[in-house]
């Protein structure tokens, strides 16, 4: 079997209807996840462990460096074979 690694993460949206934003802080705004996106194509069952493992400390690295803000979650999803 193959399988795919995809990812998502979480950003701030503005959602004043005037879009105001004063100094970086915005009057009005809300935390949004983003949709799954494609990471990694084709890995093998033998793999994939050790391929999630790798993305998840990497950004165990980046978020103790730059924040919360930083955070990523990562997925494994099964590749259906289509004819």
């Not at 079997?1 to 993460?9: Q, T």
């Not at 462990?49 to 460096?65: G, I, M, P, T």
Request: proline share 2%; aromatic share 10%; charged share 30%.
């Amino acid at each position: 079997m193959r399988w795919n690694i995809e990812c998502n993460f979480r950003v701030e949206v503005n959602t004043d209807p005037r879009r105001r934003c004063y100094n970086g802080c915005h009057a009005k705004s809300e935390i949004v996840t983003t949709p799954w996106e494609l990471l990694v194509t084709n890995v093998s069952d033998e793999q994939i462990e050790k391929k999630l493992l790798f993305w998840r400390e990497l950004n165990d690295y980046a978020v103790s460096q730059r924040g919360e803000s930083a955070t990523k979650e990562f997925r494994a999803v099964l590749v259906t074979a289509t004819d």
